[in-house]
């Protein structure tokens, strides 16, 4: 099986795992998933969630944010951490989104990747989530851990591992690809102890033989559809 065959067999047994595959960032607007996105680096989405929920209130535009006051900004995103450079971010993205984009977010890689507190994975979740647009593959610390176990790729940087990902999988499938693999890194395939014995991945997966423990069965047809988790 080459790669781009053991893409559509993960796409394939994962899609009939979990349903509805998007962002778990609550956002009604592109801007309001800018902001939760870039403070989830390094933080839940439920944290990020529960932040935004008082936060999206409070500003509303992004020229509330441009004008606020950064030590307040601090205090009302504390939880998420990194609170400092996610508020300065936060402040200068909105200021540039106010002057030069009138306020609306821009649709372009090469536009959001301008802005500060912006990079790819960032960039690559709002055109995708907010506008449909698959520019590229969202790699997060899910995607590039299961990417590498799944042997679809053996780097280690963002940036290739995306590289590697876009060549064996279908454009269409690029947004899709990287909810899918969140998904499945925070319910079954942990960091330190994958729940291989309930993956249904076990059989294609050439590391499974690495955790015996929990493998000692496999999931095969009949899988029980699971809703989209919203923990990191």
Excluded at 117 to 122: D, E, M, N, P
Excluded at 182 to 199: D, L, V, Y
Aim: aromatic share 6%.
């Amino acid at each position: 099986m080459n790669k781009k065959q053991h893409i559509t067999q993960i796409l394939k047994k994962l899609t009939l795992l979990y349903e509805d595959p998007k962002t778990a960032l609550t956002h009604k607007t592109p801007f309001q998933l800018l902001v939760a996105t870039i403070l989830s680096a390094q933080c839940t989405d439920t944290r990020v969630n529960i932040v935004t929920k008082t936060l999206f209130k409070k500003y509303i535009t992004p020229r509330d944010y441009a004008d606020a006051d950064q030590k307040q900004l601090e205090h009302d995103i504390h939880s998420t951490g990194f609170y400092r450079n996610k508020s300065k971010h936060i402040i200068a993205t909105s200021k540039i989104i106010t002057e030069k984009y009138q306020s609306e977010v821009p649709n372009t890689m090469k536009d959001l990747i301008t802005l500060p507190g912006v990079a790819r994975k960032t960039a690559n979740v709002v055109l995708s989530e907010a506008y449909n647009i698959n520019e590229g593959i969202a790699v997060d610390t899910h995607v590039a851990r299961l990417s590498r176990r799944l042997g679809l790729t053996d780097q280690k940087d963002p940036k290739n591992i995306e590289k590697d990902l876009m060549k064996i999988t279908p454009k269409n499938k690029w947004r899709t690809l990287s909810n899918l693999l969140i998904f499945h890194g925070r319910r079954t395939c942990h960091a330190r102890k994958p729940a291989c014995a309930r993956c249904p991945l076990n059989n294609i997966c050439p590391d499974t033989k690495k955790y015996p423990p929990k493998c000692e069965s496999k999931i095969t047809s009949g899988q029980i559809k699971i809703k989209s988790p919203n923990q990191s």
